[in-house]
Each structure stands twice: as C-alpha cells, then as structure tokens.
C-alpha cells in the first residue's frame, strides 16, 4: 500500500464545534499515525473543504516508543497508542483512517485530551503510599505487572461502564488499588484504599474485559482486580453489611 486517505475529528478549542479534515497521502505508508501526523504538519497537502490556512494537527506524543500513553486516541474505532499503530495496518481495504480524540475525556484541541479527571480520581481513592512501604518479594511480580499501567485512557474508552465524570474508577484504578493495597501493609490508609476500591470498583465493575483486550501494556487487569479482591473481602463484607 503506498496511498492513504486519512481523516481527523478536529477541534479548535473546548467551545469550537468538532469537523473532519481529510488529507491524501502518498508514499511509505509503513509509518506510525504519529509519524504521519508529524508528515502533515511540516508538509500539509491540500485538505479538502479547509476555510483559510492549514492549522497543525494538535496531539500529545513524547517517548514515541509505547511508554508513556502520551499519544492515545481512537484509529479507526479502536483507541491505540498512535506511536505503535503504523497506517498501513490500520487502513481499510479502501485504504481509509479515520483518527479521533478519545471520547471519555474533553478535549482541549483536535486530538488532545485533558485527562486529569483519571487522576482526580486515583488522588480521591488515595492510592498513595503512608509511611513504610510493606515490600515483599512473593508480591513483587504482581506489582511489576501493575505499574505497567501507562494511565493512558484507552481501557476507558472502551469500558462499559465508564463515563465521563463518573464515579467508577476503572481499570487504571482498580490495577492501582491492588498495588497500594500490597505496599501500604497493615495501616489506617490502607483501610480507606479498601472503603475507596469497594465503592468505585468492586461495586461497579461488570467485568466485560474490554479494558484487558484494548490495553497497549497488555495487563491482565481481572488478575489484579482478583488479587485486590482477596485483599480487600473482609473489609468489603463489613462495608456491604453495614458494619
């Protein structure tokens, strides 16, 4: 394939109304979305149906190498890291991409996002550490396998039971509880991430497992979520029984 229409949700800011600008591209087309984004900018093609000058594409993207979550948005209906998603493997047989914000978050401009409701979130279940971190070394591989978690969005777009503002952590805070839950041992605090966990996860999760099969980390957030389980029954039974 040496030829691509590309297609993007455009915004100009938060107030602006959203419109699609389509570009034709010629050429390698084994190259990431970013790379392809970086190839418009610096040489835009015509678009079609554009009102005055070519305004850049807005993103985000900073390690370009799958670890930082930086540069998700949604390519052709599946949300990916852009950085990893090269064009001729996203095209249609029609040789088409269509790239858009994701949609759980607001968006600042064209395919940036503010994502800082996540960490709203993660800040109110209080997944910190107080005091002396409980480090074992028969919980470590667990913990390694949840600080994988880029905190990119993509498992939200595509959770069933997250929306914007809701009150449901998701995938990024269910795999966050299970890990402070280890490193905070026997403390105060600890008690608060389970009272946390239970309100926003346990009680909310329908477990579709659509967050496992999008996530560009590959974590196996039912594993975790598990392990949390266990770590947080007895007081998750007092919470449900009111005691």
């Given at each position: ?38 190839y ?69 401009c ?12 993660m ?11 409980a ?50 041992g ?58």
């Open positions: 394939m040496n030829k691509i229409k590309i297609s993007f949700l455009r915004k100009k800011d938060k107030a602006s109304e959203a419109y699609t600008q389509s570009f034709d591209y010629e050429g390698d087309c084994h190259i990431s979305v970013v790379e392809m984004i970086e418009i900018n610096h040489h835009p093609p015509e678009p079609e149906g554009a009102d005055g000058p070519f305004r850049p594409i807005s993103y985000e993207s900073s390690c370009e190498q799958g670890l930082c979550g930086a540069c998700a948005m949604v390519v052709n209906g599946k949300p990916v890291l852009a950085c990893e998603t090269f064009c001729d493997e996203a095209a249609d047989r029609d040789g088409r991409i269509k790239v858009e914000p994701l949609s759980k978050f607001p968006v600042v064209d395919l940036t996002v503010d994502r800082s409701e996540l960490f709203e979130i800040k109110k279940m209080g997944l910190w550490v107080e005091g002396q971190a480090v074992s070394p028969s919980t470590l591989q667990l913990q390694y396998i949840a600080a994988q978690c880029l905190l990119c969005g993509c498992c939200l777009e595509v959770c069933p039971n997250y929306a914007a503002g809701d009150f449901f952590a998701g995938a990024p805070g269910a795999v966050s509880a299970m890990n402070m839950l280890k490193l905070n026997g403390s105060r605090h600890k008690d608060e991430i389970k009272k946390q966990y239970g309100e926003r996860v346990f009680k909310t999760c329908t477990k579709s497992r659509a967050c496992e099969l999008v996530c560009p980390a590959k974590i196996p957030v039912l594993t975790l979520m598990s392990e949390a389980n266990r770590l947080s029954v007895w007081r998750l039974w007092q919470f449900f029984c009111g005691k």
